[in-house]
């Protein structure tokens, strides 16, 4: 599972190596979510809509995390090697855990561990836009090969050799960490502001994008293999190939105009996935889901950057209000999934669908904040 750390490097980012290193573990982590359900539900003998849940706890952690560190900690090294350090215990924790309540636990610090380290990447690239492609990428390309060896490694040994893999994952950060130099701890502290209205709009619209998006996601593998009928494998290279198609999207350096209008698809396609169980759909809608999710939120960054006063503020309120919506998600999902898969998705994809508009009008409507004022057209 080192190679997606090596690739990355390979195409000469311009951001810190420990910074990527991390980020790339920590997306190694997240992808594991959505394998992790069925075999949890049958390793503690729970429900599959029930073990959502850990992907809760986990998103909880992490929301908490986004939203607290940029107000009393600095992006600072040494905050980054206690993120790893915890999210190496909490894997490992994990893996021993006897009781699916103290797996819930356990899920929580890891989300801690996961929210400092994406507060510390995304602060560090936040308003420029070269730099947030290369931790944009990171994403979809780690994603494209961890999926299926998840996969592999679950259906061979269990959830629990899954969980101390991802423990030791943790100890290659640590080996670049030590000579990682972050502009953005050198940035003097501001005091923290409201953002403004537009600002709170686009906001709210990533929250809302995200409990759409992860309330299917989240139950995507569950729904691939029970539903449609493809196996674990196929469904871990549905998997890959989703984020495979997300490479050219989020590394494209370019202007991303109207993101609104790709986060829009990203919700039709969770109708598609939830409501037309055949196998062709889902291997189209999955990687078409890739695409345009990594297309748009690079773009919508950029949108709230330019409707806020203090964009650098922004940044850890954009991965708070998207953890909270991941967080809900699960719950949104495992509710819905129980009583109806594809009312699920069409909840879930027409909030993700409205989110995507509101955006597109916010973008067409209200112009960017310049200077202290409004620039007027």
């Not at 992790?36 to 706890?57: E, M, N, P, R």
């Not at 780690?142 to 100890?171: E, K, M, Q, R």
């Not at 009583?339 to 067409?364: D, K, N, R």
């Amino acid at each position: 599972m080192q190679a997606p750390v090596r690739l990355l490097f390979a195409l000469k980012p311009k951001v810190p190596a420990g910074v990527l290193a991390a980020t790339a573990v920590s997306t190694v982590v997240f992808a594991a979510t959505p394998f992790l359900v069925k075999g949890v539900a049958v390793d503690q003998h729970v429900d599959v809509a029930t073990v959502g849940v850990i992907s809760t706890a986990q998103l909880g952690g992490f929301m908490l995390t986004s939203w607290g560190a940029g107000r009393f900690l600095r992006p600072r090294r040494r905050v980054m090697v206690v993120a790893v350090l915890v999210g190496l215990l909490a894997n490992a924790a994990s893996g021993l855990a006897p009781w699916f309540s103290l797996l819930v636990t356990v899920r929580f610090l890891s989300g801690i561990s996961l929210g400092l380290i994406s507060w510390i990447a995304w602060a560090e690239v936040f308003g420029n836009d070269e730099k947030v492609g290369d931790v944009a990428v990171i994403g979809p390309l780690v994603g494209t090969i961890s999926a299926p060896l998840i996969a592999i490694l679950i259906d061979a040994s269990g959830v629990d050799l899954l969980f101390y893999v991802l423990a030791g994952l943790h100890l290659i950060p640590l080996a670049f960490i030590r000579k990682t130099r972050l502009d953005a701890a050198a940035r003097p502290r501001q005091p923290r502001h409201r953002p403004t209205r537009a600002a709170a709009a686009i906001l709210v619209c990533l929250g809302v994008t995200t409990l759409g998006g992860s309330a299917v996601f989240v139950f995507a593998a569950v729904i691939g293999q029970d539903n449609v009928g493809l196996s674990a494998l196929a469904v871990s290279f549905v998997f890959s190939a989703n984020a495979l198609a997300g490479v050219p999207s989020a590394r494209y350096r370019g202007q991303r105009p109207l993101p609104g209008l790709w986060m829009t698809l990203t919700g039709a396609m969770a109708v598609l996935v939830t409501n037309i169980q055949e196998p062709i759909v889902f291997w189209l809608a999955l990687p078409i889901w890739g695409f345009s999710f990594w297309m748009g939120i690079p773009g919508v960054y950029s949108l709230l950057a330019q409707r806020s006063q203090y964009p650098e503020e922004r940044a850890g309120d954009a991965q708070a209000i998207m953890a909270a919506g991941r967080m809900l998600g699960p719950l949104l999902g495992g509710a819905m999934f129980a009583w109806s898969v594809p009312a699920l998705g069409l909840t879930a994809g027409g909030l993700m669908i409205s989110a995507g508009l509101t955006m597109v009008y916010i973008e067409w409507r209200i112009h960017p904040w310049v200077f202290g004022g409004l620039v007027r057209s």
